[in-house]
């Protein structure tokens, strides 16, 4: 559900903001701009201010130095709780009150001062959207942690709110109560086009529901762009390991012919796109998702082929983790029934081979 | 052992036939202690809301008084008190001293402690960031301070207990601030003190027959709420 950026106003926007603690700054932010209608996602690693940068967007902490523009304008300590009722928040621990659905799913209605009927409408309207309609007079305390994170979600949602702040809604449920939810939020986003921040640690919920992402790494954000951008063309090795280019393997560029680099790497050349100059130290960051295994080498448009022993065979889920040396090590993933019809064994040579747009290239500190 | 069972059949007398005197020691203590206790909530459940949610200097030194005072004698509140309503004391144009209202001061601040220090202890234990969530649906700050202290009603009942508790039983503010004046100050504990002090066992075993019959009530009462809220 990419939404493209338009060219419009932004809606939020934290300016020249940092977070310290004692003597620890935890965020160092100069900017950041929430557009209408876009889902930002915060990503990074445990720890690198996600979820401080998200929770002083949402007015709820305030920065240690820097200011929250709402509307263009920034929020004082007078306004601070007339600007919050224009947002919602979801935790990832539901935090329900010890009462019941509907008193939940109300509260910030009626805190916010919403008319009886509209209240009711709306909470009809949303418990029945998040399929807890039934629920309703349950004690919350007494529901399951997919039912209570659709209430939590739910009393999100029927406050309309300008922003949505999401901080890791669905990584404390199990897998199955995961997949359900995120894929009715992917829906319920896109049919609202509600202004969204999502934090998150998992990837792919961030290139599925995201269209700005943010990357934090010690509290400091080391890229910004379009979820493509972000998730392709990383901008450092740090960030490529985040997103998940696994496969980090140090060459030097050998040639390079109008920005396709030919790039040495133990002994094999790896072609890639790339503006690094001749002769100079690169690494190379391949998906293992991206690599293909194969018996005999065989005629694609992938440039890059090499033969390769199995060392390690790791099952993981429905796919197996085929770990290779190439000369230099590589990891490849591929579905279990794959693996089964090639009989992939340790010792076994396979043959590997990858596009050269599937590999990034970066040139090294 | 014959002058127990003489003093507890007695005692049984005592209260089936609704002794004057018995009936007024024990309305008075009731009133004392009742009143101290709702004082110390209105302002021990305050303060202890304060002292979980906020930070500001001295905030240390101010938790630690409390835990002090959580287990304080109250003899030396007694004490304290005593001097404050003194004749010479700061407080002494009140002459408030040996009055059932001195009492209610002593009584105050013998519960106060355990009443803020209870609130604080259950308040830090809910999750920090309810209070997050709360604020973030839109609720102003004292809004979120009486939904979190609604959240935490079923422990704050114990603070209420122990509260309670602790006034009703103790013995040395009361003695003396109020004096154990017969018809105007005593209460069942000073009662009890005096009374087997003159050896009149019949008298103290039925006013502590009383005080843990009320002592039970008011515990059954809060007690019966308590697990009413926790099974909805």
Redo the contacts between chains.
């Keep these: 559900m990419r939404q493209e950026p338009g060219q419009t106003s932004p809606v939020l926007e934290a300016k020249q903001i940092t977070v310290v603690y004692g003597k620890r700054t935890v965020l160092d932010v100069a900017s950041v701009q929430l557009h209408p209608n876009r889902v930002t996602a915060i990503i990074g690693p445990n720890g690198s201010g996600k979820t401080t940068l998200s929770l002083c967007l949402a007015l709820l902490l305030k920065p240690t130095t820097g200011s929250i523009l709402l509307d263009g304008a920034a929020v004082g300590d007078g306004s601070m709780m007339r600007a919050r009722r224009r947002f919602a928040v979801v935790f990832q621990e539901p935090l329900l009150l010890n009462t019941s659905v509907w008193d939940n799913v109300t509260l910030g209605m009626r805190l916010r001062g919403f008319s009886r009927a509209e209240t009711k409408q709306r909470t009809l309207q949303w418990l029945d959207r998040f399929g807890i309609a039934s629920l309703a007079q349950r004690n919350a305390k007494t529901l399951s942690g997919g039912e209570a994170q659709r209430t939590s979600l739910a009393r999100a949602f029927v406050l309309q709110p300008e922003v949505l702040f999401l901080d890791e809604p669905f990584a404390a449920l199990d897998v199955p109560t995961r997949e359900s939810l995120f894929g009715d939020m992917v829906n319920i986003l896109q049919e609202t086009r509600v202004t969204t921040v999502m934090v998150t640690h998992d990837r792919n919920e961030a290139q599925t529901l995201a269209s700005r992402v943010v990357m934090l790494i010690g509290g400091k954000i080391v890229q910004e762009g379009s979820s493509k951008e972000v998730f392709s063309s990383p901008a450092s090795e740090e960030i490529a390991k985040f997103v998940g280019m696994e496969n980090i393997v140090e060459g030097r560029v050998v040639a390079n012919n109008n920005g396709i680099a030919d790039v040495s790497v133990g002994g094999h050349v790896v072609e890639g796109v790339s503006r690094c100059a001749v002769g100079e130290p690169v690494n190379v960051f391949i998906r293992p998702e991206d690599i293909t295994l194969s018996l005999a080498q065989s005629v694609t448009s992938a440039r890059n082929h090499f033969s390769g022993r199995i060392t390690a065979l790791l099952p993981t889920g429905p796919l197996v983790r085929v770990s290779l040396d190439c000369g230099f090590p590589l990891v490849a993933l591929i579905t279990r029934m794959s693996a089964d019809e090639l009989n992939l064994q340790p010792g076994k040579t396979v043959y590997a081979s990858f596009k050269v747009t599937a590999i990034h290239i970066i040139a090294q500190r | 052992m014959g002058m127990i069972l003489d003093g507890i059949t007695q005692a049984f007398w005592l209260l089936v036939h609704g002794d004057r005197n018995v009936l007024r020691v024990a309305t008075l203590s009731l009133l004392v202690s009742g009143s101290a206790t709702m004082l110390s909530l209105g302002v021990g459940i305050p303060a202890g809301s304060a002292l979980a949610l906020k930070r500001f200097p001295g905030r240390t030194i101010l938790v630690s008084l409390i835990n002090t005072g959580m287990g304080a004698p109250p003899v030396v509140v007694g004490l304290i008190i005593t001097m404050f309503l003194w004749r010479t004391g700061p407080l002494g144009a009140t002459h408030l001293l040996f009055t059932p209202s001195a009492m209610v001061a002593a009584q105050f601040v013998i519960a106060l402690p355990i009443v803020s220090g209870f609130t604080m202890a259950t308040i830090q234990q809910l ?1 920090p ?2 209070r ?2 709360i ?6 700050e004292p ?1 979120t301070v009486w ?1 979190l202290l ?2 935490a009603r079923l422990p704050l009942l114990a603070a209420v207990m122990a509260g309670f508790g602790a006034v009703i039983s103790e013995v040395g503010a009361s003695m003396m601030v109020g004096a154990n004046i017969k018809g105007q100050t005593q209460v069942m504990t000073t009662a009890i003190v005096d009374a087997t002090s003159r050896g009149q066992f019949d008298l103290a075993i039925a006013f502590s027959v009383i005080l843990l019959v009320l002592v039970y009530l008011v515990n059954l009462i809060l007690t019966v709420i308590q697990q009413r809220s926790r099974a ?1």
């Design positions: 999750d960031k309810l997050l969530q604020l973030s649906l839109g609720a102003s809004q939904l609604k959240e909805r």
